[in-house]
């Protein structure tokens, strides 16, 4: 079978709602993924034109990259596989930082 959103072909035991583990993944990181961006700016905001101490946003960002681990881990049961969706979820929310977002 074929995923509907990136058309890869997968076997249709690895697919639930015609989507690919990859997939079923990236969607149910958008709403962390979002929030660590913008905490990331805010943490870089703070510390550029305030000079202000941003400790309280750095502990924020981990705890969002915990829950991120946590929710990758309910969707995948192979704990390397759920390593590597860490991973490369974690690059794109750092890469989504300076993304700006269409109104």
Known sequence: MFCRDCG???PSSEA???LCLDCRVRRSMA???DEHARL???RERYRSHHGANVAQISRQIARVE???ALRIREVVSNERRAGELLQRELEAARG???AI???
């Open 66 to 68: 915990d829950r991120m």
């Open 96 to 98: 989504q930082r300076y």
């Open 40 to 42: 990331w700016r805010k």
């Open 31 to 33: 709403d962390l993924r």
């Open 101 to 103: 977002k269409g109104v």
């Open 8 to 10: 890869k072909q997968v």
């Open 16 to 18: 639930q709602d015609q």
